[in-house]
């Protein structure tokens, strides 16, 4: 019997050590995909603005974004499959946008794990690009290059502070 469970366990462990034990989802790769080329696709679109910027020009116009980035301040990203760049000024800024109706159930998820590499408030993944209308089964990562302060500043008075306190003087 002995010999049995010998074979038995030196069968489980070569079948766990040459076959592995799988951790990783299999759908864990197609996640990290979309997740850097959207990160990428963002940086691209923000250096093509910023650049723009520096050449002393105005703010691409949302019907002609694209013409007036591309090729002259650098190479137009490649979207995700069943996604698309768009570009917006509206009430809540300047902002470009990766939207679609993804046929996976990965798009969502992915695109939000952008939101650690964004400033807080400059990322969001909603339904809709900017502050446009909820539009049921998209989804929309949108990245505001200039985000329009949403709230007016309000006025502080400073607090009264007390003297320093005083130590005594020590005669020597």
Not at 8 to 29: K, M, P, R, S
Not at 106 to 122: F, M, Q, V
Not at 124 to 132: E, F, Q, Y
């Given at each position: 019997?002995?010999?049995?469970?010998?074979?038995?366990?030196?069968?489980?462990?070569?079948?766990?050590?040459?076959?592995?034990?799988?951790?990783?989802?299999?759908?864990?790769?197609?996640?990290?995909?979309?997740?850097?080329?959207?990160?990428?696709?963002?940086?691209?679109?923000?250096?093509?603005?910023?650049?723009?910027?520096?050449?002393?020009?105005?703010s691409p116009t949302a019907a002609g974004w694209e013409a007036d980035l591309f090729p002259s301040f650098?190479?137009?990203?490649?979207?995700?499959?069943?996604?698309s760049w768009s570009f917006g000024v509206d009430r809540t800024?300047?902002?470009?946008?990766?939207?679609?109706?993804?046929?996976?159930?990965?798009?969502?998820?992915?695109?939000?794990?952008?939101?650690?590499?964004?400033?807080?408030?400059?990322?969001?993944?909603?339904?809709?690009?900017?502050?446009?209308?909820?539009?049921?089964?998209?989804?929309?990562?949108?990245?505001?290059?200039?985000?329009?302060?949403?709230?007016?500043?309000?006025?502080?008075?400073?607090?009264?502070?007390?003297?320093?306190?005083?130590?005594?003087?020590?005669?020597?």
């Amino acid at each position: 019997m002995n010999l049995v469970s010998a074979v038995v366990t030196i069968g489980l462990v070569a079948t766990v050590t040459v076959g592995g034990i799988q951790y990783i989802g299999a759908d864990t790769e197609a996640r990290v995909k979309l997740t850097s080329s959207t990160d990428a696709g963002f940086q691209a679109l923000d250096s093509a603005f910023r650049s723009r910027q520096a050449a002393g020009l105005a703010s691409p116009t949302a019907a002609g974004w694209e013409a007036d980035l591309f090729p002259s301040f650098g190479n137009r990203p490649t979207p995700p499959t069943n996604l698309s760049w768009s570009f917006g000024v509206d009430r809540t800024g300047t902002w470009f946008c990766l939207s679609g109706t993804p046929k996976d159930q990965i798009t969502k998820p992915a695109l939000e794990r952008l939101k650690a590499r964004y400033l807080d408030g400059y990322y969001a993944v909603s339904d809709a690009c900017g502050a446009g209308a909820a539009q049921a089964g998209r989804v929309a990562a949108t990245y505001w290059i200039v985000k329009t302060a949403t709230t007016t500043p309000t006025t502080t008075t400073p607090k009264a502070t007390s003297p320093a306190p005083t130590t005594p003087a020590t005669g020597g």
